[in-house]
């Protein structure tokens, strides 16, 4: 499990990120919102854990740029001291899971950031899109110059995490981990979908989108 960390107090981050790190977990650390929004945009996480008060970009701002322009579905969660009733809206309005006040108790947040991980990515931000290929995520359309494309689920899960790191490459394990989380599959399962994926998104088109990277995994190229 991987979590990004959002906290403009180095301390809390470190703390935090000892505790997680004990349970298991991996973990990135950004101290302001800007950070925050570039290392979304290249890594994957399960979970973000946000603070509010930050310099360069707070964190009701740094989440609404996630949500509606990265169309970043990592559950979020605001850790935050800000207490009032018009605090939380605006944290679940911008697109928050949930919202845990500070001071608070290690075991509670590393329990609600477990719940949130089982939950798996939001399915009701945007889209996902590079170059002419596009995923609705709300009703798994899957297009390619507009044109519509047939996938089975497996090969829809693979390019969407093809998509959201693109043009990136994204290694063989981190695809198997992603689609088959800890029921890995035989070891030609993952080269099958890639052939039909392939298959799928190509067929018709002059210039292939998907890229094999020999000895490191896959992207979606433009």
Not at 73 to 79: A, D, E, G, M, V
Not at 80 to 97: I, N, Q, R, W
Not at 100 to 118: D, G, I, N, Y
Request: proline share 3%; glycine share 6%; hydrophobic share 40%.
């Amino acid at each position: 499990m991987k979590i990004l960390i959002v906290d403009d107090s180095h301390n809390v981050a470190e703390t935090i990120a000892d505790y997680l790190e004990l349970e298991g977990m991996t973990i990135d650390c950004a101290y302001h919102g800007e950070a925050a929004l570039k290392l979304a945009a290249k890594q994957h996480y399960d979970v973000i854990i946000m603070d509010i008060m930050m310099p360069k970009v707070d964190g009701i701002t740094a989440v609404k740029k996630l949500r509606q322009e990265q169309f970043c579905n990592t559950p979020i969660l605001f850790l935050t001291a800000k207490d009032s009733l018009d605090d939380k809206v605006a944290a679940f309005e911008a697109g928050g899971d949930d919202y845990l006040l500070k001071p608070f108790a290690m075991q509670e947040l590393s329990l609600r950031v477990k719940a949130l991980a089982s939950r798996g990515p939001r399915q009701d931000i945007g889209q996902l899109s590079f170059a002419d290929i596009t995923i609705n995520t709300q009703t798994d359309e899957v297009t390619r110059a507009g044109v519509a494309l047939k996938l089975s689920r497996i090969q829809r899960q693979i390019l969407k995490e093809l998509l959201r790191h693109a043009p990136a490459i994204v290694s063989r394990q981190e695809l198997t981990d992603s689609v088959w989380g800890d029921d890995e599959p035989s070891s030609d399962a993952l080269r099958s979908h890639i052939y039909g994926l392939r298959s799928a998104i190509d067929k018709g088109f002059e210039q292939s989108r998907l890229e094999t990277i020999h000895g490191q995994g896959y992207r979606i190229k433009a």
